[in-house]
């Protein structure tokens, strides 16, 4: 029997940025970084009220086809509960279509929220299968529920019928390593990025990425002296050079001076990962032209808080 949620019931989520790929784990690997949306949930008596500030302000809409919107119906379906009305804030930190994750932090807000609201029912992997089903792939989603560092993947059902199962676990990050971003100031469509990928990769370049996979998880976890070679890709970055020449100056730049730099998800942005500070000179050139240059922690899970008035 559906559940109604009581009016006055709030739910307030800090959720994560992410960044997918970290060169050759193609929507396998992600991470959370420490740029952080923050969602209100408030349960009203009818109706849906939306106020949305920062990033994505002047563009994103105020009804039902927000994704946050669309994550908390999806999750309160799930949980079998139900809300009169809601208030949604979103004050979003996250750039929109940069490559960090935007989208899935928007999911993941309103799957978590809604959890909240209806008393957390949803487990852990419940939520990493709701948020990532709007995206298709769970490297960013499930970077952003757990924190951290993710491996993902997608279980295809035997049937052909059943909904894909988007699967994540997480993995321990050393703490010695950072992340710097640079962020180009212009948008990247992730469908017309991935649609310059072929069809099909040699046997050659297929290997070579499996290999840096692997290094790059034992990076990640043990050996950070390692970061440089597990960034290394053979899959996407070489074809999405041509239509995001300033990210591939940028990550060819970082790269020759021995930094761990990667094209960030689809792009534009160029993410470095660290355990030595850049060097100033570098990312002071960078900001001359044009680049946003924010200098990140490896972030924690999504936070939910929720209260009644």
Not at 69 to 74: D, N, T
Not at 127 to 139: K, R
């Amino acid at each position: 029997m559906t559940a109604d949620i009581q009016v006055g019931t709030k739910a307030t989520v800090k959720v994560p940025a992410s960044s997918a790929n970290l060169g050759p784990g193609f929507d396998t690997l992600g991470i959370a970084v420490s740029l952080y949306d923050t969602v209100e949930v408030e349960v009203i008596a009818s109706g849906l009220e939306m106020e949305i500030y920062g990033e994505g302000a002047d563009d994103l809409p105020r009804n039902e086809s927000h994704l946050v919107v669309k994550a908390i119906r999806s999750a309160l379906a799930a949980a079998d509960a139900n809300a009169p009305g809601l208030r949604v804030v979103c004050t979003n930190a996250i750039p929109q279509s940069r490559g960090l994750g935007s989208s899935a932090s928007a999911a993941v807000a309103g799957v978590v929220a809604a959890n909240g609201l209806a008393g957390n029912p949803l487990s852990q992997e419940q939520l990493v299968q709701l948020s990532s089903a709007f995206e298709g792939h769970p490297d960013n989603s499930s970077a952003s529920v757990l924190g951290g560092a993710v491996v993902s993947w997608t279980a295809i059902p035997v049937d052909g019928h059943s909904l894909p199962e988007y699967k994540a676990v997480g993995i321990p990050v050393h703490p010695a390593i950072n992340a710097t971003a640079l962020i180009p100031q212009f948008h990247a469509s992730t469908q017309a990025v991935r649609r310059v990928l072929p069809s099909h990769v040699t046997h050659g370049d297929a290997t070579f990425n499996v290999s840096r996979t692997a290094v790059q998880v034992a990076a990640l976890q043990h050996y950070p002296e390692l970061l440089v070679e597990g960034t290394r890709d053979r899959l996407h970055q070489p074809y999405r050079a041509d239509v995001l020449p300033v990210t591939a100056e940028w990550v060819n730049r970082l790269r020759n001076r021995g930094y761990a730099a990667y094209l960030s998800g689809a792009g534009p942005t160029c993410m470095v990962l660290h355990t030595d500070p850049i060097d100033q000179d570098v990312l002071e050139d960078a900001r001359k032209q044009g680049l946003r240059v924010l200098e990140l922690e490896i972030a924690g899970p999504v936070e939910v808080e929720v209260s009644h008035t």
